[in-house]
């Protein structure tokens, strides 16, 4: 019987298992087919901008001298605020953390295993990593509640949480996991309500910090991107807006060929 009994538990943990792997296989079909509607919405700028861009470039091309000094110095203006945000940026003093090497390792590992995070620059994780601060909750505690407006990104070191959503459980988590993100990432409400099954201990990192440290790496890349425009000789004398928003494009572009390739790639292995 004791058999019996054992083998009809494993069958249920493996149905569990399955469920589980639907819901997410649904949630990631549903996210593929945002980011097809977003790349086709990207897709129909960038040909927008195609057919600007070779108008202005002949137009360009016929002004006198006078006109190309008289744009110079537009270019250089527009261009000041664009470096000083980066310059002001630069400045801010983020907040700084101690942590054991193990933390730090565990905090770094647990972004590389996110689907959302992954892909952050080397140089991003290490200041999100520094700028996280500690956070104990006791069991049967509400970490997060659905609906709810969301200001933190959590990393677990010890202990488990219950994932919910509509009331129906979707996983449990241990340590080495990040949970929170999505509301910080895409500016939205709380998709789950995240629960203690134990006494945890947290890293978290708020909203302002978090966006901080991308603002700051999103403006140098965004500069990056305008020089490079500026270095294709098709775009020599396009005016300054018309060489950022195609650098927008660009930026929008790079980030969701990523961001569909992870997602994709979780699609197949879940298949």
Not at 20 to 48: M, S, T, Y
Not at 229 to 252: N, Y
């Amino acid at each position: 019987m004791g058999t019996l009994r054992d083998l009809q538990y494993a069958l249920q943990e493996k149905i569990e298992e399955l469920r589980q792997r639907d819901a997410l296989i649904d949630e990631l079909e549903l996210e593929l087919d945002q980011k097809d509607e977003l790349i086709q919405r990207l897709q129909n700028e960038l040909d927008k901008y195609r057919s600007v861009i070779k108008p202005a470039t002949q137009q360009v091309h016929k002004q006198s001298e006078l006109h190309e000094q008289q744009r110079t110095k537009r270019q250089a203006i527009s261009a000041e605020p664009t470096a000083f945000d980066i310059q002001d940026l630069s400045h801010v003093t983020l907040p700084f953390y101690p942590k054991s090497p193990q933390s730090k390792d565990l905090i770094k590992e647990a972004i590389l295993d996110n689907d959302f995070m992954k892909n952050l620059e080397l140089s991003q994780i290490q200041e999100i990593v520094d700028c996280m601060y500690p956070v104990e909750y006791g069991k049967d505690s509400c970490i997060i509640k659905e609906g709810d407006v969301g200001s933190l990104v959590y990393v677990m070191e010890d202990g488990k949480v219950e994932v919910t959503k509509e009331s129906l459980k979707l996983c449990t988590m241990g340590p080495g996991k990040v949970f929170g993100e999505l509301a910080i990432l895409y500016n939205c409400t709380r998709t789950a309500t995240v629960k203690t099954l134990t006494n945890v201990k947290l890293w978290a990192i708020d909203r302002q910090c978090f966006q901080t440290i991308m603002m700051r790496t999103g403006l140098i890349k965004h500069t990056e991107y305008m020089e490079f425009l500026k270095s294709v000789p098709t775009f020599h004398g396009l005016q300054e807006d018309i060489l950022s928003k195609l650098a927008d494009v660009l930026e929008e572009v790079t980030a969701l060929f990523h961001s569909l390739q992870h997602l994709q790639h979780k699609f197949t292995s879940l298949h």
